[in-house]
């Protein structure tokens, strides 16, 4: 309708054209399911210039009572309370509380004596001493924008690690729903132990999943990948 082929989509989305296909065929059991067929459509309606909310709306319309690849069930209703640690908990509260109110009960006017006289006998300069020129320069280091953003939605529990240039910013685990945000000047690194759990935006645009569901996958998003989500030469 809009008179745009599915390799122009694809050089402006990011998204390969054997899923931009099976979008526009209905073919939701080639796509990789969860949080990606969302991202997708999202990314698709922004670049036509079309209501995304609506088009998500029929898509949820189209696929409802189906199951889709990579989706996380929904979690029983009831869930059975374990109220164990919080009875842990405050007892432990109620413990450190008590101590507290011993301490200062006893020792508290010797306590604020001596911090009395300390503060008489060392007053507080004033006036701070100069920066250096390596603080100044980390200071202006620090003051330079992002080039990248890096935006990272889980779909189902995975391990995840992130390296932003050069340095690990994040090493741990996510859980479906969990939204995280990365910055980076030159170069930001992914690595999943599920790769169709994550869905990922540079700058904006989805990238495409970083390997094949149900295994580990890793990759290294640059300045040169944020040229080419932006129409740039590929």
Do not use: C
Not at 20 to 46: K, M
Not at 48 to 66: F, H, I, P, Q, W
Request: net charge negative; charged share 20%; hydrophobic share 40%.
């Amino acid at each position: 309708m809009r008179g745009v082929s599915l390799e122009e989509i694809s050089a402006a989305t990011r998204i390969s054209t054997r899923f931009l296909e099976a979008l526009e065929n209905d073919h939701w059991d080639q796509l990789p399911g969860g949080v990606f067929n969302r991202g997708f459509i999202r990314s698709v309606a922004r670049f036509l210039g079309l209501d995304e909310d609506s088009l998500v709306a029929e898509y949820a319309l189209e696929t409802k009572n189906r199951t889709e690849g990579g989706m996380i069930p929904d979690p029983p209703m009831e869930m059975r309370r374990n109220w164990g640690p919080a009875i842990v908990a405050f007892g432990l509260l109620a413990a450190i509380l008590t101590g507290g109110w011993f301490i200062y009960a006893h020792y508290g006017a010797q306590i604020a004596a001596r911090l009395h006289r300390k503060h008489t006998a060392s007053p507080a300069s004033t006036t701070a001493p100069p920066a250096s020129p390596d603080a100044t320069a980390a200071r202006g280091a620090a003051a330079t924008p992002a080039a990248l953003e890096l935006k990272i939605e889980a779909g189902k529990p995975a391990g995840l690690k992130v390296v932003a240039d050069g340095r690990t910013v994040y090493d741990g685990h996510v859980e479906p729903g969990n939204v995280m945000r990365f910055d980076a000047r030159d170069s930001l690194e992914i690595t999943s132990s599920e790769s169709s759990a994550l869905l990922l935006e540079l700058n904006g645009q989805t990238v495409a999943p970083i390997g094949p569901p149900g295994q580990s996958g890793s990759i290294t998003l640059t300045r040169k990948d944020l040229k080419s989500a932006a129409g740039g030469p590929h």
